[in-house]
């Protein structure tokens, strides 16, 4: 079974179109959270920092854009924009407070998995500036549309977490992130003992990448700063 897929997190009232948005995206091995309303959208946000968000504007306790604003205040995670709304003035204030696209209902299954993938295409190159998708550095390669990660040609098998981890590291490869970085990208805010589920995380990374003393590192601790990921070649 592979437990590393894209995890997105659905913020909708509407039972069914709720139901049929997460079967849709279930279908297409996606990890799926949701949510009926603005307030455990935005709980769900928090805890488990998902990779895309489609989400509702017309929401039963606060308006969508409210999750949308907290969102773009410390991340760049996508967000599709789901709206029966036909009024452009409410898409291009959407789009001006950082949503990455919208849909409009009634909308096709084709159309909806077709945006889905696109953001998130976007969002890896965006933040990594990869022209093909895959990072390389001595030996370790990083294949992010399939989420999968070798060394010399053998596949590693990280979990979510961990491969969520070396990404995150991989991205800003040469520089080092601080831990607290770290937490707040992999696993929000607030989150008491998230050091210790750091250490444990990296502790099995380099387990099963199998750092040895002496051997080349891919992943450098700073001891009481964080972590570097050696430079891309
Ligand atoms: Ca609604």
Redesign the pocket.
């Known amino acids: 079974m592979n437990n590393n897929k894209y995890k997105i997190l659905v913020v909708?009232?509407?039972d069914n179109i709720s139901n049929l948005v997460c079967t849709l995206l279930e279908a297409g091995g996606y990890q799926v959270i949701s949510a009926k309303n603005c307030s455990s959208g935005q709980m769900l946000y928090f805890s488990h920092r998902p990779d895309l968000i489609i989400l509702?504007?017309?929401?039963?306790d606060i308006d969508g854009t409210e999750l949308l604003k907290e969102v773009r205040k410390d991340s760049l995670t996508p967000v599709i924009v789901l709206s029966?709304r036909t009024d452009e003035t409410d898409k291009v204030a959407a789009l001006d407070i950082g949503a990455n696209d919208y849909v409009t209902k009634p909308f096709g299954s084709a159309e909806l998995m077709a945006r889905v993938r696109s953001a998130l295409r976007t969002s890896r190159h965006s933040s990594g500036n990869f022209s093909n998708g895959i990072f390389e550095a001595d030996g370790l390669m990083i294949d992010y549309d399939a989420r999968r990660v070798f060394i010399d040609n053998s596949e590693i098998k990280l979990t979510q977490t961990e491969y969520n981890i070396i990404a995150f590291l991989s991205v800003h490869s040469g520089k080092v992130l601080t831990y607290s970085a770290i937490i707040k990208e992999i696993w929000g805010y607030n989150d008491l003992g998230s050091i210790k589920k750091l250490q444990v995380n990296m502790a099995n990374i380099r387990k099963k990448f199998g750092a040895k003393p002496g051997k080349k590192n891919y992943i450098v601790n700073e001891l009481g700063v964080g972590y570097r990921m050696c430079e891309r070649s």
């Open positions: 909708e009232d509407e509702d504007l017309g929401l039963p029966a």
